[in-house]
Nanobody, 119 residues
Framework: QVQLVESGGGLVQPGDSLRLSCAVS????????VAWFRQAPGKEREFVAA????????DYADTVKGRFTISRDNAESTVYLQMDSLKPADTAVYYC????????????WGQGTQVTVSS
């Protein structure tokens, strides 16, 4: 069983930065790709970014490319989402999710963390 716990959300102003963390707990000798998704009020959940188990492969939604950076520290079992140049449109609940690899469904989900960008 894989468990994910997000942290680091909060209220920031436009142009600010924020770093989200996703603590990943998984059985020994298993590795998972991890992705970040977000869901704004009244909107469908959307993909934000993903990173492979090794960390060598990443993928980003066009809306965040160049502003957000996903990374992982497997020694700390943590995946990060560095968010720079935040916009009000980035306001959402952010979720991390795990899957066997980048092309597999994400079957394990965290509880989410709120990010609000407002002046």
């Amino acid at each position: 069983q894989v468990q994910l716990v997000e942290s680091g959300g909060g209220l920031v102003q436009p142009g600010d930065s924020l770093r989200l963390s996703c603590a990943v707990s998984s059985p020994p000798n298993t590795g998972y790709a991890v992705a970040w998704f977000r869901q704004a009020p009244g909107k469908e959940r959307e993909f934000v970014a993903a990173v492979s188990w090794s960390g060598r492969t990443t993928d980003y939604a066009d809306t965040v490319k160049g502003r957000f950076t996903i990374s992982r520290d497997n020694a700390e079992s943590t995946v990060y989402l560095q968010m720079d140049s935040l916009k009000p449109a980035d306001t959402a609940v952010y979720y991390c999710a795990a899957g066997r690899d980048l092309s597999s469904p994400y079957t394990y989900w965290g509880q989410g963390t709120q990010v609000t960008v407002s002046s």
